[in-house]
């Protein structure tokens, strides 16, 4: 077997151009890549706290054969409050051969963690206002419809449906799903979850 081809990884400002063009060929990503409110989150692949933080999606698959394009894009609706959130992210994957369980399908475990960041993404999102610590997925609850087939591009969505500022900590409800493009351009759910998210006020917020 070859040595992985590793990825480089994104600065927080840069998108290359190699990743913004392969998109541009991907059916999927089209309607959301000409929507003027989606602008793109630059943070996809980027390893944080000197090489510590986010190194999964930044550096261990980040390689031709396991997420070789991966593009993450937002939409934060102006009149978006804590009291009524209106958040959407949405993150296309393109995965390669080397993340699957049985052959040419994607690992149900990756299915959980393409979410898990997904939603977490749409909470940080609803949430950048606040000042307080960094958010931590409490609970994740994930119902598996179709398989994954790999290689190939899926969508992961998600949306913030909640938020309660009301105790010490925040508390956030977030849900989102994965979809691909069938045969016949039809949209094939492959999963749907549901998650809280928990991050603790600074001292001195209310």
């Known amino acids: 077997m070859g040595e992985a081809v590793q990825i480089k990884a994104q600065r927080t400002d840069v998108i290359p151009k190699d990743t913004i063009d392969h998109f541009k060929t991907v059916p999927i990503a089209h309607s959301t890549l000409q929507d003027p409110e989606f602008k793109c989150l630059y943070a996809s692949r980027t390893v944080t706290d000197g090489g510590k ?3 999964l999606m930044g550096k261990t698959w980040a ?4 997420i070789p394009h991966l593009l993450s894009l937002y939409r934060r609706d102006p009149s978006s409050t804590l009291d009524s959130p209106n958040v ?4 296309f994957y393109t995965l390669g051969i080397d993340l699957s369980a049985h052959p040419n399908l994607l690992h149900g475990g990756v299915i959980s963690t393409i ?3 997904t939603l977490g993404s749409a909470v940080g999102i609803a949430m950048k206002t606040e ?3 960094s958010m931590y997925t409490v609970q994740l609850n994930v119902k598996y419809e179709k398989p994954v087939q790999i290689p190939g591009t899926i969508c992961s969505k998600a949306w913030v449906r909640n938020i309660d ?3 010490k900590n925040y508390k956030v409800w977030a849900e989102g799903r994965i979809e691909s493009l069938g045969k016949d ?3 094939v759910i492959h999963a749907k979850a549901e998650g809280i998210w928990v991050g603790k006020k600074v001292e001195g917020r209310l």
Not at 88 to 91: H, K, L, T
């Open 53 to 55: 933080g986010h190194t």
């Open 63 to 66: 390689t031709e054969t396991t």
């Open 88 to 91: 959407e992210i949405r993150r």
């Open 115 to 117: 979410l898990d960041s």
């Open 131 to 133: 000042k307080m610590k």
């Open 165 to 167: 500022v009301s105790g």
């Open 185 to 187: 351009g039809e949209v």
